[in-house]
C-alpha cells in the first residue's frame, strides 16, 4: 500500500523555472527519502532527510520536511530539460521494518 | 563500483507459468529489497531480504517468494503467473537498515500474456 500522496501528479514547467513538489505521508517517520525515475527504468536516490532536521539541500535540489504536519517538499532550481522524470517520495518507518514506502510520485516535464 | 544488477531485463511469459528474476547487490550491501511497479498501481513493497533470512513482506499471495544466496544476491520466483503480474521488478540494496538510500537495479519488465 501507498504511504501517502503527492501533489501535484504532474507538472509542467519551462526550462530555468523553479519546480517544487510536495509529499504526504501517514505514520511516524525515521527518515524520508526522494527518487528520481527516468523512463520507467530504475529509480536513483536523491536525497534523505531524517525525521529530526527540517531542511536539507544537495546541489539544485532543497528538501524541507515537517514532521508536525507529515509532509516534505522538494524543490529543484533552475530546472533543466534532463530534469524530466518522474519524483518519489519514500519513508522508512519507526516500526523497524526497515522497508521504503512510496509515495505515488510526481511526473514532471521540463519544456526546453 | 558496479551497481545492482538484474537480469534478465526483458521477459514475456505465458500465464500459468512461472518466472525467476535475479538480482545482484552492490558489494558490501547485505539487504535486499524487491519493488513491483504495475502501471497505475505505484510501487510496491514484495520483499526485503537480510544475512540469508526473509525478513518482510509485502501485501502479495504465497506464489511470490524468493530467496537469497549466501553472496547477498537473490532471486524472486512467481509462480502460476496471471495477466495482472505484469509490471516492472525492481531490486534494490542498501548498506544498512533503514538509514541510507536505496540503490535501485535498472529492474526487469515482465509481462504476462
Known sequence: SQQGEEDPQALSIQEGENATMNCSYKTSINNLQWYRQNSGRGLVHLILIRSNEREKHSGRLRVTLDTSKKSSSLLITASRAADTASYFCATVSMDSSYKLIFGSGTRLLVRP | ?113
Do not use: M
Not at chain 2, 514484495?46 to 525478513?55: I, V
Open chain 2, 1 to 113: 563500483e558496479a551497481g545492482v544488477t538484474q537480469s534478465p531485463t526483458h521477459l514475456i511469459k505465458t500465464r500459468g507459468q512461472q518466472v525467476t528474476l535475479r538480482c545482484s547487490p552492490i558489494s558490501g550491501h547485505t539487504s535486499v529489497y524487491w519493488y513491483q511497479q504495475a502501471l497505475g498501481l505505484g510501487l510496491q513493497f514484495l520483499l526485503w531480504y537480510d544475512e540469508g533470512e526473509e525478513r518482510n513482506r509485502g501485501n502479495f499471495p504465497p506464489r511470490f517468494s524468493g530467496r537469497q544466496f549466501p553472496n547477498y544476491s537473490s532471486e524472486l520466483n512467481v509462480n502460476a503467473l496471471e495477466l495482472e503480474d505484469s509490471a516492472l521488478y525492481l531490486c534494490a540494496s542498501s548498506l544498512g537498515l533503514g538509514g541510507y538510500g536505496y540503490t535501485f537495479g535498472s529492474g526487469t519488465r515482465l509481462t504476462v500474456v
